[in-house]
């Protein structure tokens, strides 16, 4: 058998495992992979972070006897932690593209989250859980956030109570973990899920030291936590250096002589620094990868391998994620830059223009060809995976009529008391204004696969006024996917203001954690305050 560090991990290769190698490195173990199902038979403990679809995941655990030898290990109550799918896997079968035969370990099935009533879906995001028997290894999580994102989860029944070990209130009660002898299985992501994701591995990894101090519980917790996002605008200077930069209304350079990029910091340091300070999720944008092929931008990838080494909060990454053929007629795929960019410790990546150009042409043809990066991606990764960034612009009207667009009666009058606007949508960091709307992208991209919308405004872009409230409404009422309430962040109450006024699952702000104007412990104290749930 291994020796006492060693962590055996079934990876089979379909998704990004790098924040949880990073997690359990982090804690000070060795990683070691299943390579035969002797592996894992011999293995003194066993992680199996499911990445991908049911079906997918079950043809490869049937081919090559590793099915079997899970089964097997499984049954001999040998130390187990099952992530996310591994949790799934272990039931009889999953409705997605199915049904599916699972494992068959435990008595259920896996179903869809029911949308029909307004319920969000993918669940993405911080959710208490309720711990419903002595929880083992999950001893510190009662009343926590932790982080779950899926579209499928295990529904509880009398024939498998036995194993639940806690249940999240999320549209209903479904099982978030499972606990039998040393077999354990989680729905949500400790790698993902700050000290409290980190303190599960580590009772699991080293039980001895397993501390059964109660960390002190949240009591308001108790469901889908608000979540407060640092984005870094990222770009390299004119010396070349990658450095953090942040516009007003999208314009990043200084009005002085040389005009140089606006230069905040670096994007590895801040991203640790927000970590710390209880960012939810931290973004990074290349701002310039609309003209600049980030496969060649290969900083931007080092940026996400070191800050996925000791960030253990999920992070997104957009800019320039497209088909692209380079200077040499090499053809790079928008799949490869994805990949790229999961490999490198993204579990998101952000679509910008290409997924304008993707809802205008089906938007028009009415047909879904499955050939746009947006479709593409989130066929292979997961709708769960891709946020489309909107970068819209407000257009005042005197008359809702004068547009084919979704219209707003705006809250306050424009420049020439016009009492209505439609938001045009943009592409290459607002420089070109498209015949779409804000409203209509965002029900196109709903329906391409796009998983959550990150939604900015440039006119309120680093201005410190607040949220478009008018914009953020119209367009989280119009679809079930997640809205990341973007752009304009000045002060804490335009944190709760947004959450009071419109459905966003979340906001995001930049200038102000930059400039340090306000800390992200303030905001989310604020917003407690204010009754609206969120992580602490
Ligand atoms: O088109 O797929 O290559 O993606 C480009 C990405 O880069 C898009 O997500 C686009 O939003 C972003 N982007 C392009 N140019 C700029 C720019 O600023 N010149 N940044 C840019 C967008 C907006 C937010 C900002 C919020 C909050 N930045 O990310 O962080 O507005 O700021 P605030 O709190 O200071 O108000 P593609």
């Known amino acids: 058998s291994a020796g006492d560090s060693t962590v055996t991990l079934l990876d089979y290769g379909a998704g990004n495992v790098r924040s949880l190698r990073n997690a359990i490195r982090h804690l000070g173990f060795d990683v070691k992979d299943v390579q035969n199902p002797k592996d894992i038979?011999?293995?003194?403990?066993?992680?199996?972070?499911?990445?991908?679809?049911?079906?997918?995941?079950?043809?490869?655990?049937?081919?090559?006897?590793?099915?079997?030898?899970?089964?097997?290990?499984?049954?001999?109550?040998?130390?187990?932690?099952?992530?996310?799918?591994?949790?799934?896997l272990l039931f009889e079968s999953s409705e997605e593209n199915g049904p599916v035969k699972g494992l068959g370990?435990?008595?259920?099935?896996?179903?869809?989250?029911?949308?029909?009533?307004?319920?969000?879906?993918?669940?993405?995001?911080?959710?208490?859980?309720?711990?419903?028997?002595?929880?083992?290894?999950?001893?510190?999580?009662?009343?926590?956030?932790?982080?779950?994102?899926?579209?499928?989860?295990?529904?509880?029944?009398?024939?498998?109570?036995?194993?639940?070990?806690?249940?999240?209130?999320?549209?209903?009660?479904?099982?978030?973990?499972i606990t039998r002898g040393n077999v354990h299985a989680v729905q949500f992501h400790p790698e993902k899920s700050g000290e409290v994701g980190l303190s599960i591995l580590k009772n699991f990894l080293d039980p001895s030291h397993s501390s059964k101090t109660k960390k002190h519980a949240n009591e308001k917790a108790s469901k889908l936590a608000k979540r407060v996002i640092a984005?870094?605008?990222?770009?390299?200077?004119?010396?070349?250096?990658?450095?953090?930069?942040?516009?007003?209304?999208y314009d990043v350079r200084e009005h002085t002589e040389e005009n140089e990029v606006r230069n905040l910091g670096r994007p590895v340091d801040l991203a640790r620094q927000y970590y710390?300070?209880?960012?939810?999720?931290?973004?990074?944008?290349?701002?310039?990868?609309?003209?600049?092929?980030?496969?060649?931008?290969?900083?931007?990838?080092?940026?996400?391998?070191?800050?996925?080494?000791?960030?253990?909060?999920?992070?997104?990454?957009?800019?320039?994620?497209?088909?692209?053929?380079?200077?040499?007629?090499?053809y790079y795929s928008s799949i490869e830059v994805a990949a790229e960019y999961?490999?490198?410790?993204?579990?998101?990546?952000?679509?910008?223009?290409?997924?304008?150009?993707?809802?205008?042409?089906?938007?028009?043809?009415?047909?879904?060809?499955?050939?746009?990066?947006?479709?593409?991606?989130?066929?292979?990764?997961?709708?769960?995976?891709?946020?489309?960034?909107?970068?819209?612009?407000?257009?005042?009207?005197?008359?809702?009529?004068?547009?084919?667009?979704?219209?707003?009666?705006v809250s306050a009058p424009g420049p020439n008391g016009e009492e209505y606007a439609w938001y045009q949508c943009t592409v290459s960091g607002g420089r070109e204004g498209r015949?779409?709307?804000?409203?209509?992208?965002?029900?196109?991209v709903e329906e391409l696969g796009a998983g959550e919308i990150l939604l900015n405004c440039i006119d309120c872009d680093g201005q410190g006024k607040g949220f478009d409230i008018?914009?953020?409404?119209?367009?989280?009422?119009?679809?079930?996917?997640?809205?990341?309430?973007?752009?304009?962040?000045?002060?804490?109450?335009?944190?709760?203001?947004?959450?009071?006024?419109?459905?966003?699952?979340?906001?995001l702000a930049a200038g102000i954690f930059h400039r340090k104007e306000v800390p992200i412990n303030s905001v989310k104290d604020h917003l407690l305050q204010q009754g609206i749930e969120v992580r602490l």
């Open 342 to 409: 999961f490999r490198s410790g993204a579990d998101k990546v952000s679509i910008g223009s290409d997924a304008v150009f993707a809802a205008e042409a089906f938007l028009k043809t009415g047909v879904k060809t499955g050939k746009s990066s947006l479709e593409q991606i989130s066929r292979v990764y997961g709708n769960q995976a891709v946020v489309v960034s909107i970068d819209p612009r407000r257009v005042y009207l005197k008359s809702p009529d004068d547009v084919k667009f979704k219209t707003v009666k």
């Open 435 to 444: 015949e779409i709307g804000a409203y209509e992208l965002a029900k196109a």
């Open 105 to 177: 370990l435990i008595p259920g099935v896996v179903a869809r989250f029911d949308s029909a009533n307004g319920l969000q879906v993918p669940h993405i995001g911080w959710n208490a859980v309720q711990i419903s028997k002595d929880p083992g290894i999950l001893d510190s999580i009662d009343g926590q956030h932790v982080y779950f994102v899926h579209s499928y989860r295990a529904v509880p029944t009398d024939a498998n109570k036995n194993w639940i070990s806690s249940t999240c209130n999320y549209g209903d009660h479904f099982i978030s973990s």
């Open 231 to 249: 984005c870094l605008d990222v770009r390299a200077n004119d010396k070349g250096d990658l450095v953090v930069t942040k516009g007003d209304q």
């Open 470 to 507: 008018d914009l953020i409404k119209l367009v989280s009422d119009a679809v079930t996917i997640p809205v990341i309430a973007s752009s304009g962040a000045g002060s804490v109450e335009h944190f709760s203001e947004v959450f009071e006024k419109t459905s966003a699952s979340a906001a």
């Open 41 to 88: 038979l011999s293995a003194d403990r066993l992680v199996f972070p499911g990445v991908g679809a049911f079906a997918a995941a079950m043809e490869v655990l049937n081919q090559n006897g590793i099915a079997e030898a899970l089964c097997t290990y499984i049954e001999n109550d040998r130390p187990f932690l099952g992530i996310c799918l591994g949790l799934q």
């Open 276 to 330: 710390k300070d209880g960012a939810d999720e931290v973004s990074f944008l290349n701002i310039t990868g609309f003209r600049d092929f980030p496969l060649g931008d290969l900083p931007m990838l080092q940026v996400l391998r070191l800050t996925s080494e000791n960030v253990f909060v999920p992070l997104t990454v957009g800019g320039g994620i497209r088909d692209f053929t380079d200077g040499n007629g090499r």
